[in-house]
Each structure stands twice: as C-alpha cells, then as structure tokens.
C-alpha cells in the first residue's frame, strides 16, 4: 500500500512559481513510477508530468514542457512538482499518482494510488 499526501498548492500570479510536494508512505516507495495529474472545473484529469523509479526518464504533456519540473528524492519518499511561469490555464486541483509499471504512464486509469489533491489557481 502506498498513501500519497499533496501539499504546496496555491493562489498566484501569472508568471509565478509554485512547487508541490508529494509525500508518500510505505516501504516501496522508490520502486514505483509517479506522476502529476491535474483538473480543472467541468474538464477531465490530464497527465501533468511523470517520472520512473529512478529519476532518470521523465514525460511531460506539451504545454508545460520547459516551465514544469518533476523529480524525486526516494531517500525522502517525495516526489516534487516545480512549476514555473504559471499561467492561468494551469489552475486546477493537482493530483498525486503512483504505479508500479512504466507502461502507459500517461494513462490515468493505470495507476493504483492517488492523493487527495491540491488546489492551484493562477490568476491573470
């Protein structure tokens, strides 16, 4: 079992930085894949970013390519979400997400585990 607890959401301005934290419970924690997840009011969950076990292969959706960073520190169960250059169609809940395969990672479905959410609205 792995139980995922956001936090570092926020209101901020258009071209702010945020980063977001993931901190994840249970042993296993470095042998799963993770990824960011987002949605917004009356839209779909959208993969945000995701990363392997071992920090060495990372995806990003198109729009946030080179202003968000995902990582992990496996000694600390963590996996960050560095967001930079915010703009106001990044506002939505962002979501936590755990699996123990590589395949599909950009697949909501595929994943087991899920955090509770945090809220970030960016405003123009």
């Known amino acids: 079992q792995v139980q995922l607890v956001e936090s570092g959401g926020e209101a901020v301005q258009t071209g702010d930085s945020l980063r977001l934290s993931c901190a994840a419970s249970?042993?296993?924690?470095?042998?799963?894949?993770m990824a960011w997840f987002r949605q917004a009011p009356g839209k779909e969950r959208e993969f945000v970013a995701a990363i392997n076990w071992s920090g060495d292969i990372v995806d990003y959706r198109n729009s946030v390519r080179g202003r968000f960073t995902i990582s992990r520190d496996n000694a600390k169960n963590t996996v960050y979400l560095q967001m930079n250059s915010l703009k106001p169609e990044d506002t939505a809940v962002y979501y936590c997400a755990a699996k123990s395969s590589i395949i599909s990672i950009r697949a909501a479905r595929e994943y087991e585990y899920w955090g509770q959410g945090t809220q970030v609205t960016v405003s123009s």
């Open positions: 249970g042993r296993t924690f470095s042998t799963y894949a």
